[in-house]
């Protein structure tokens, strides 16, 4: 069955809009594991928008055995409190690291690597992750033509980026753009490597993107805790779940 992994850079920037504190992102994150969640994931960046540093060593601690998701771009030097993304790697040991190529001006992740280009800079911070023993998931377009590279670099997994799908789902163009995904999906399989997928998913799209077989993990966040402010955050952490449970009943 495919994990959830509940993204809470959402919960943090609406609690840096103040300094009380609240909502709190430790918090959530156990809201969500009782909820059902498998697993949170956090998308610190340089400017501190949302998640901070302190909250990655927070959840880290809380966690345990629960796995943690730390996105980011691994290029991402030291700025002011932030202590650049591979340090903050490196402290934290995280069960997963999703490298993802967002520039700082960026408003949200919204295209994947280039391996052509980058997979050479790429190469050792794989390999100096997988040592430290964590999953190295690279963000994917799914028509990229650098699957075979995301392999041969050593990833373990791809994250399929959906907004493509999310974008297409519900008009004509659906099911042309919903098997490109699966065809990706398929092929990263094949050379060996896991799949995760996300990027605006919600309750409309998700059941359809989760009968791709082999579907290890969604990462979910801006939608969810959309519905969250209208349905309460563990029952909306549910809805998602149950989705991905009766596909996971349906294969």
């Known amino acids: 069955m495919t994990a959830l992994s509940v993204n809470l850079n959402k919960i943090a920037l609406l609690r840096n809009s103040r300094l009380s504190g609240i909502p709190s992102v430790t918090q959530a994150a156990q809201v969500a594991l009782a909820h059902g969640a498998d697993g949170i994931t956090v998308h610190p960046?340089?400017?501190l928008r949302h998640i901070r540093p302190t909250d990655v060593y927070e959840l880290a601690a809380m966690l345990g055995e629960v796995e943690l998701n730390?996105?980011?771009?691994p290029f991402e030097g030291a700025l002011g409190d932030y202590p650049g993304f591979l340090e903050l790697v490196r402290k934290v040991r995280p069960a997963q690291c999703t490298l993802v190529p967002d520039a700082q001006d960026q408003l949200t992740s919204d295209h994947g690597w280039d391996l052509q280009r980058d997979g050479t800079r790429l190469k050792p911070i794989i390999d100096e992750l997988k040592a430290r023993s964590i999953r190295v998931s690279l963000f994917m377009d799914a028509d990229s033509p650098d699957l075979d590279l995301a392999a041969a670099l050593g990833?373990?997994?791809?994250?399929?980026y959906t907004e493509d799908y999310a974008q297409a789902f519900g008009t004509d163009q659906q099911e042309t753009v919903f098997q490109r995904?699966?065809?990706a999906a398929e092929?990263?399989?094949c050379l060996g490597l896991g799949v995760n997928a996300g990027h605006d998913l919600n309750l409309d799209?998700?059941?359809m993107m989760a009968t791709i077989p082999g579907l290890a993990e969604v990462s979910i966040g801006h939608a969810l805790v959309a519905d969250a402010l209208m349905m309460g955050l563990g029952e909306a952490v549910a809805s998602y779940k149950a989705i991905l449970v009766k596909a996971g009943i349906e294969a």
């Open 45 to 47: 960046r340089p400017d």
């Open 70 to 73: 730390i996105e980011g771009n």
């Open 155 to 160: 990833a373990d997994r791809v994250e399929l």
């Open 181 to 183: 995904y699966a065809r």
């Open 187 to 189: 092929k990263a399989q």
């Open 205 to 207: 799209n998700l059941a």
